[in-house]
């Protein structure tokens, strides 16, 4: 028994329409990969081009026509960084700063997003907006001020000069964190350790603070990138050489003579030796970073 004609006109329009259907999606995804794949490109081709050029000998940099490829290899650049000693403290210097600001930043942060996620107060999201547009403030901006009154205080050339501005701008950044995620953490476990005979303190340190551990440890993260890539408050506040962080002390390289006045091979490997540890602790802990993110922007 042959089926309808109607039926059958249906069947191959439906069939013609899902095809189309399927093309459509295919060149939206070959779109959509294609424009991916380009803008990685685009993002990565100067730190390749920086790994490679790091990598690179005298004669090999500056050779005509232009190599791409290190021919051989050298490790020349990274034996010159690191035989500096202005560079072994720029990176002391830097660690010494960014783990300061960081740490002050999460312990002072911590309390403030705690607060302003569990209490009800009038002009409570006026002062999230108020913390977000300090974040926003441009450091240029006050940079003058700043530099009398440390050198007023003696403090030019101290780690406080730089700990306390890195503070200032990393500390909106780990509030607006950390009030996110303690915002959905369920109130009731900390209802339940409060009937247990928690103070709010206690119920702070032994309920909250693991549980939060992941929005801890992603705000961590962002402010020690941040403070650890600083430069206008150390280039700044700092001149002698033994106190320079190390993206001062990059921009302060010179060669030895005037045909090597910048010495781009020196100078890309000490951006590589700096940028690198950034980019491992993110490859490791990627995967708590996204958590930390997402987990306070989930109901739920």
Not at 65 to 78: A, G, M
Not at 88 to 101: E, K
Not at 129 to 153: E, H, K, S, T
Not at 256 to 265: F, I, S, T, V
């Amino acid at each position: 028994m042959t089926a309808p004609a109607n039926t059958i006109g249906t069947t191959e329009r439906d069939a013609a329409h899902n095809a189309a259907r399927r093309r459509s999606m295919m060149a939206n995804r070959f779109g959509f990969y294609s424009f991916v794949t380009v803008f990685v490109i685009f993002c990565l081709a100067p730190f390749v081009w920086t790994l490679l050029t790091s990598f690179k000998g005298f004669n090999t940099l500056f050779a005509v026509p232009i190599t791409y490829w290190p021919n051989p290899p050298s490790l020349e650049n990274y034996q010159k960084v690191f035989a500096l000693d202005r560079f072994r403290w720029a990176l002391l210097n830097s660690a010494i700063v960014a783990s300061s600001a960081t740490f002050i930043s999460l312990i002072i942060g911590s309390f403030c997003a705690y607060a302003i996620a569990r209490l009800n107060f009038p002009g409570k999201n006026f002062l999230l907006a108020l913390v977000l547009a300090i974040a926003m403030f441009p450091g240029i901006a006050i940079i003058g001020p700043l530099f009398r009154q440390f050198n007023a205080w003696g403090l030019t050339n101290n780690y406080l000069a730089l700990i306390l501005p890195n503070v200032t701008f990393t500390l909106p950044i780990c509030i607006w964190t950390l009030t996110a995620f303690f915002s959905e953490l369920p109130i009731e476990l900390e209802e339940s350790a409060r009937v247990d005979g928690c103070t709010r303190m206690q119920t702070f340190y032994k309920i909250v603070a693991p549980l939060a551990a992941p929005g801890v440890f992603t705000a961590a993260i962002l402010l020690f990138i941040h403070a650890w890539n600083e430069f206008l408050f150390a280039r700044t506040f700092m001149s002698q050489p033994n106190r320079l962080t190390a993206t001062v002390a990059i921009a302060q390289f010179e060669g030895a003579d005037l045909a090597a006045q910048y010495p781009w091979g020196e100078i890309t490997a000490a951006s590589i030796v700096i940028t690198l540890p950034l980019v491992v602790m993110v490859l490791l802990f990627q995967r708590r970073i996204i958590s930390g993110l997402t987990a306070g922007a989930v109901k739920g």
